[in-house]
């Protein structure tokens, strides 16, 4: 199968079209592996992790790319701000960022659990931003935190606690 057509098709044709200049402009060649793995990454809804893609890869597509050449070819789509790369403290996740809409990502700090967060108001702040001293081309916002499943836990481990130390009294 190939992934260079399929669902998501207008948004396929937008980054091939903006790889293509990125490409041309500095020489690199056009090899139908870069153009499948984009084609992948269009294809994936979430952040997502190499591992992730790799497997999407090996499922959907008919080119086996090894992991070197994924992690260079997504590091080539980082540079030609096809992809967000978020470095996180545990891993490094990604994200397609053809459309270059404003993110807003929650960072579980106890799992490293990594989602998005989609609010109308917080996006419209992150377009709005202006400022002479910066130019924003990528604009990310993260907000480092617990997930649910963690703060459950934390909270379930201090009820823990107390527990014992009544009963020891
Ligand atoms: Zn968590």
Redesign the pocket.
Known sequence: MCLRMDTNGSLYVQAKTQLTEYLEKRHMRKTPERFEVLGAVCQMDDIFSIEQLSEKMRKDSSFQVSRVTLFNTLETFVDAQLVIKHTLQRASLYEKSIDKRPRVCMV?H??G?VKRLEKVEVTRFLNEIKTRQFFVRQPVLYLHG??R??EMARRKEIKMREKKLTTKK
């Open positions: 579980c106890q799992c659990l617990l997930c499943k963690c």
